[in-house]
Nanobody, 125 residues
Framework: VQLQASGGGSVHTGGSLRLSCAAS????????VAWFCQAPGKEREFVAG????????YYEDSVKGRFVISRDSAKNTVYLQMNSLEPADTAVYYC???????????????????WGQGTQVTVSS
């Protein structure tokens, strides 16, 4: 499956962005999709994920209550709605997919075999 991430941009503190991850094939029932971010000089970190079966979603603690991950099965697209953005959210955001990742490893980027190209999110104070 090929993934294309988009929707990044530059906003001020408190602003919102919606990232999109468009897949080349139907993903809703076959692939778990997750968003990761990587800030300069830091390792890639899990942000949010949505499971392939049942659509259960998971979030990193720092984004709970601010970010929402959702899936539009008809468009083969997963979204990350980012609200109340903070400068600490500044990073390149990647979407990733896996047909085999298990629940306990969803936050592990090594469990994902398919990656989008990344989209830059910059939040200024």
């Amino acid at each position: 499956v090929q993934l294309q991430a988009s929707g990044g941009g530059s906003v001020h503190t408190g602003g919102s962005l919606r990232l999109s991850c468009a897949a080349s094939t139907r993903t809703s029932s076959r692939y778990t999709v997750a968003w990761f971010c990587q800030a300069p000089g830091k390792e890639r970190e899990f942000v949010a994920g949505i499971m392939r079966s049942g659509g259960r979603s998971y979030y990193e603690d720092s984004v709970k209550g601010r970010f929402v991950i959702s899936r539009d099965s008809a468009k083969n697209t997963v979204y990350l709605q980012m609200n109340s953005l903070e400068p600490a959210d500044t990073a390149v955001y990647y979407c990733a997919a896996s047909a085999t990742v298990i629940l306990s490893e969803q936050r592990n980027d090594r469990a994902y075999g398919y990656w989008g190209q990344g989209t830059q999110v910059t939040v200024s104070s």
